[in-house]
């Protein structure tokens, strides 16, 4: 039975991978095709195929369309008011234009926390422009650290939709990944933005687009600038909330059967991601959208807006799910589990290469890491981790995930274009900087993980 499962488990990859790269067919569709492919070589009947589909499809989407869906009105709210721009200008005006760098690494690690990368980076790329022209620097010397701090956040803080994503997957707490998440993205982001950052500089000289218009707000009304204290409040609001259920439960465990004191049910109500981003997202529509001046029209708008780029992100982790759960449904997952104990592989170490490779073969961070928790749910599934060192593998992948960025990314062409970059230029400082970044953060994991072990 084992040749025939892994048989089936290749095939099913092989198949995913033409499917997106020669075909370029769109994740969701190769990811449930090559699903059904595993389960036919497998030798499942038919009928049990689409009820794993089915099941494998509801069992992950009931709980990280919710997140991804609140988290993508979150963000939108912040991102139409100009709050975004305004911590920016804040923290710029703090620390002053000698360490302008620093200023944009924090601004970036916090705005990408609820807005997506691509958007956080085309909202602040004024700021960039503005540093440029006013020293003289490189482009690149503001750039960079913004884009590792971006990078890093939208792979390793939830609620960005990458890992809540392979948390679902995994069934990894959100409270361990959001401090571990801390934890190993502010080193990584000052070594591989910062550091990294003031190197290429002195090697690739850019300088401001002569076509590239300044946009100083999304908004189409006039609003009020929210303030800064606000921004930061409703930024790490659920993120203490969610932080704070987890420190609890492993100060004061319940067992099984008994009943927790009131304070402490309440606690792990508000604590619960879903709960704290609904409590997020009215705090932000009706806290910072009213104190700003927008009209409910406006901010309904927004919220709809928001939600379409999210659309195709929930469909994908569903489509992921259903592989998962192909995988241990045919019992493939269970034999690659069996393969990784007697050969002694570091789950840590299995997940970051695993979802490396597949961020290299094709492009999206996202669906590397979707894919590699998929690949390596059924594993982990045996290997009774610990909450922390299933958090520290959510993180692996989210690391492997984001590495060497290039030619297939369309982030690669993203920072070509805004910062007038060509091939070459963006593979010796985009493309080396994601490498860093990889390789940094999962040393890190590395470290935590045999302390942890």
């Known amino acids: 039975m084992q040749p025939t499962l892994l048989l089936a488990f290749a095939a099913g990859i092989g198949i995913l991978l033409l499917l997106i790269l020669a075909l370029r067919l769109n994740a969701f569709v190769a990811l449930l095709i090559s699903s059904i492919t595993v389960g036919v070589l497998a030798g499942m009947p038919l009928a049990d195929i689409l009820t794993t589909v089915v099941n494998g499809m509801g069992g992950t989407l009931g709980y990280v369309a919710i ?12 991102e139409y008011t100009g ?3 305004e911590l920016s200008r804040f923290l710029l005006k703090r620390f002053g234009p000698e360490k302008a760098q620093v200023a944009l690494s924090l601004s970036g690690f916090l705005i990408a926390i609820p807005v997506f990368f691509d958007v956080a980076f085309i909202i602040l790329v004024p700021v960039l422009y503005a ?20 990078a890093v956040t939208h792979a390793f803080i939830p609620p960005t939709p990458g890992p809540i994503a392979v948390a679902e997957i995994i069934g990894a707490d959100l409270g361990w990944i959001i ?12 070594i591989a933005g910062i550091v990294f950052g003031k190197y290429i500089s002195k090697k690739i000289f850019a300088a401001v687009p002569s076509d590239q218009l300044q946009i100083i707000s999304t908004a189409t009304e006039k609003i009020t ?3 800064v204290f606000l921004i930061l409040a409703l930024i790490l609001f659920p993120l203490l909330l969610i932080v704070t259920n987890t420190v609890l439960s492993v100060i004061h465990p319940i067992a099984d059967g008994a009943n927790p004191p009131i304070w402490l049910t309440i606690i792990q109500f508000l604590g619960h991601p879903i ?3 609904i409590l997020s997202t009215l705090l932000a529509i009706y806290g910072l959208g009213v104190y700003c001046g927008v009209s409910v029209e406006k901010l309904q708008e927004v919220s709809i807006k928001a939600l379409q780029p999210a659309g195709i992100i929930i469909l994908i982790t569903g ?34 290469i695993v979802a490396l490779l597949i961020r290299l073969l094709q492009g999206s961070a996202t669906v590397a890491m979707i894919t590699a928790a998929s690949i390596m749910e059924p594993i982990l599934a045996t290997l009774l981790l610990s909450p922390q060192l299933l958090a520290l593998t959510v993180l692996g992948i989210a690391a492997g995930a984001s590495g060497f960025s290039h030619l297939n990314d369309s982030g690669f062409w ?40």
């Open 67 to 78: 997140i991804i869906g609140l988290g993508a009105i979150f963000g939108g709210v912040l």
């Open 83 to 85: 709050a975004t721009q």
């Open 131 to 150: 540093l440029q022209r006013q020293t003289g620097k490189s482009l690149l010397f503001y750039a960079i650290p913004l884009l590792a701090s971006l």
């Open 179 to 190: 401090l571990f998440g801390f934890i190993v993205g502010l080193p990584t982001t000052w």
């Open 225 to 227: 600038a929210p303030p």
């Open 275 to 277: 709960i704290a981003l």
């Open 319 to 352: 489509a992921g799910g259903v592989f998962k759960q192909m995988l241990v449904e045919t019992g493939a997952g269970e034999m690659l589990a069996q393969q990784f104990i007697q050969y002694n592989i570091m789950p840590l170490l299995a997940a970051f």
């Open 414 to 453: 993203l920072v070509s274009r805004y910062l007038s970059l060509n091939e070459q230029q963006t593979l010796r400082s985009w493309t080396v900087m994601t490498g860093i970044l990889a390789l940094v953060a999962f040393m890190i994991l590395l470290l935590l993980w045999y302390l942890l072990s």
